[in-house]
């Protein structure tokens, strides 16, 4: 029998192991809508690359659209702060379940997108169990738990940011974070308004007034009562003013109208026929408007990416807060880390949009600021032209595409081998 050289052994030996790669499944964690949606885009862009790849794990709608086989569903009952409580023994059950489905079926690797307080956690698990992570949508320890870095540092291989100040912020803590520009604006630029909509939403009123009560049950609760209110007042004020509903979803939408319904009858003046829901057309809603009242959070890019002014709304409670830095305080941490909250004023540097936040006692300030915006055009404009140019660094068109590359190199890399993170940095 003829000798087989070392090197051609080798390689013979190299491409079975690209071939099992290519067939073992990914491992895909999403638990908010947000990350459901960026989930979904990066699967259509694995399937791309690799077609005959599984992917399985847990899921939301868009990720089960776009063929990824639920293990569990963390979307649906997606939560924030205190209401995260109760979830918690269903999570750990789940966990065990799942770690028992990686001894069986260990995947070639782990896409944990977002949501650090389900993920880190995960990570580890997938570290114990030599299943390398890539990790999507880097979790904001610039803002608050920066004792979240370790973790990080310990056990993700790979690490996606969104924002583009944070790989410097991570590289300062032997971290790369590699960034590809924001994937929310990778699906705005696939689906620009509708110019004939955009148009006659203009021909409606004016000025015109998008409100934007975000995505999660318990924050529409706290904060579209108080946008419904504020718009009573501008209602008031400006005769011709419109007013348009843009919830997140179908179900954010039911629960707007059960709560305008409920506002409208108990208000001395009717809204019910200047105002507009229609959670559809929001890109073509932000396009045309003059004003946003909008939830704290994602929306608030949303929201700077039409260069729409914008008012930022989050009121959790007087005493929610400090609450919260005293308990933090008791244990030698610090809650919140930046001068501002709303992502708009985060990535400036500086209060480029009101934010009304975490608590306001009254809405007479934001009903004031709302007020002197809409009379002032020229403010706008150049409000305007100032969130156009913040979001300008983040829009790119292949976010997905990339990330999709970065997986396909942390496998090829042979796992732990393809790390780009030191665990003795500091």
Same mark, same amino acid.
């Given at each position: ?87 918690? %023994? ?5 966990? /065990? !379940? +799942?770690? #028992?489905? @990686? *001894? ?5 690797? =782990? ?113 579209? %009562? ?5 718009? /009573? !007042? +501008?209602? #008031?004020? @400006? *005769? ?5 509903? =843009? ?113 306001? %006692? ?65």
């Amino acid at each position: 029998m003829q000798a087989i050289p070392n090197s051609e052994m080798t390689s013979r030996s190299d491409n079975a192991t690209d071939s099992a790669e290519a067939t073992r499944s990914i491992f895909l964690s999403v638990a908010e809508t947000s990350a459901d949606l960026y989930g979904a885009n990066l699967l259509t862009a694995l399937r791309g690359r690799r077609p005959e790849r599984r992917c399985w794990g847990l899921t939301g709608p868009r990720t089960r659209a776009a063929g990824c086989e639920t293990f569990h569903d963390m979307v649906g009952g997606a939560a924030m702060l205190f209401g995260a409580i109760a979830r918690v %023994p269903g999570a750990l059950l789940m966990l /065990e !379940r +799942l770690k #028992r489905k @990686f *001894r069986r079926e260990p995947p070639a690797a =782990a896409v944990l997108i977002d949501s650090p307080a389900l993920h880190l956690p995960l990570a580890r698990i997938c570290r114990r169990m030599s299943i390398p992570v890539l990790y999507y949508v880097a979790p904001q320890t610039w803002a608050w738990k920066e004792r979240r870095v370790a973790v990080i540092r310990e056990n993700v291989d790979r690490l996606v940011a969104i924002l583009p100040f944070e790989p410097e912020y991570f590289a300062r803590h032997g971290i790369t974070a590699r960034f590809h520009g924001h994937p929310l604006f990778e699906e705005l630029e696939r689906t620009p308004p509708d110019e004939a909509r955009v148009a006659a939403y203009r021909a409606s009123g004016d000025p015109l007034i998008v409100l934007m009560p975000g995505s999660r049950r318990r924050v529409i609760e706290e904060v579209f %009562p108080d946008q419904w209110r504020v718009a /009573e !007042r +501008l209602a #008031r004020e @400006f *005769r011709g003013a419109r007013f348009l509903v =843009a919830a997140a979803d179908a179900e954010g939408e039911d629960r707007v109208r059960a709560i305008a319904r409920r506002m409208d009858q108990s208000a001395a003046a009717t809204l019910v026929d200047r105002i507009t829901f229609d959670h559809r057309t929001r890109g073509e809603m932000l396009a045309a408007a003059d004003l946003a009242l909008v939830a704290s959070g994602t929306a608030t890019l949303e929201v700077a990416y039409h260069a729409t002014p914008m008012i930022v709304m989050y009121n959790h409670g007087r005493w929610m807060l400090p609450l919260m830095e005293a308990g933090l305080g008791l244990a030698g941490g610090r809650l919140l880390r930046t001068t501002y909250l709303s992502l708009p004023n985060i990535l400036a540097g500086r209060a480029i949009v009101p934010e009304f936040m975490p608590f306001y %006692p009254s809405i007479e300030p934001i009903v004031a600021c709302a007020a002197n915006w809409l009379s002032d055009r020229a403010a706008l404009r150049s409000k305007q032209r100032e969130l156009a140019a913040l979001v300008a660094p983040m829009v790119r068109a292949d976010v997905s595409a990339a990330v999709a590359a970065d997986l396909d190199s942390l496998i090829a890399a042979g796992g732990r081998s393809g790390r780009e993170i030191s665990p003795g940095s500091r």
